[in-house]
């Protein structure tokens, strides 16, 4: 079974920074997870500089948007996966789901997040999971925001209750949220 780590907090604080240390502190191969499709070229420029962090040391990149339970029963070669972030993953099934004419329960992400655990659970190594916490501002003002707030902060509690430790970044401070020995 793999060791889970979560690595949350707001936009911009720090959490991603904090994730690739970590893992770099790993022994490897690793690979990075990216679930950020490229949507426009702000968004091409972000990713360019996330790839440029990494660059040069022992980086495997793998573009997933939506298969990554897929993705970690097929990352038998790493001893580290770092999947960057859980809330665009949840974005993307959400989009998928509209595209269809359907609507994302917050069930049916519940049981995404348990295929992610059991990938895990056959996994070797460690896997590191990044994701905002959209829970603590300001209410959206329409459905479909706050329908995705809920279905990320289910995302984010099913993935918690099952890692290994949990860590809030805040403004680049790291607040150890649950440890096994807090377990």
């Keep these: ?13 720090g959490k991603s920074a904090f994730a690739q240390k970590r893992a770099e502190a790993l022994p490897g191969p690793r690979a990075y997870i990216a679930t950020c499709p490229v949507i426009d070229p702000e968004m091409e420029e972000r990713i360019r500089k996330h790839r440029e962090a990494r660059r040069g040391k022992g980086w495997e990149t793998i573009e997933e948007t939506v298969d990554l339970a897929g993705v970690i029963e097929r990352a038998g070669g ?20 509209e595209k269809e004419g359907k609507r994302l329960a917050e069930e049916a992400v519940a049981i995404r997040c348990r295929e992610l655990i059991d990938a895990c659970g056959a996994f070797g190594g460690t896997v590191i999971f990044v994701t905002n916490e959209l829970g603590m501002g300001i209410i959206p003002d329409n459905e479909t925001a706050r329908h995705f707030r809920d279905i990320a902060g289910r995302c984010n509690q099913e993935i918690a209750a099952a890692a290994d430790s949990v860590t809030l970044v805040v403004s680049g401070i790291p607040l150890n949220l649950k440890s096994k020995e807090l377990k």
């Design 78 to 97: 790493c001893r580290v996966l770092l999947i960057d972030c859980l809330t665009l993953w949840v974005n993307n099934l959400l989009y998928d789901a």
């Design 1 to 13: 079974m793999a060791e889970i780590i979560l690595i949350t907090g707001g936009s911009r604080s």
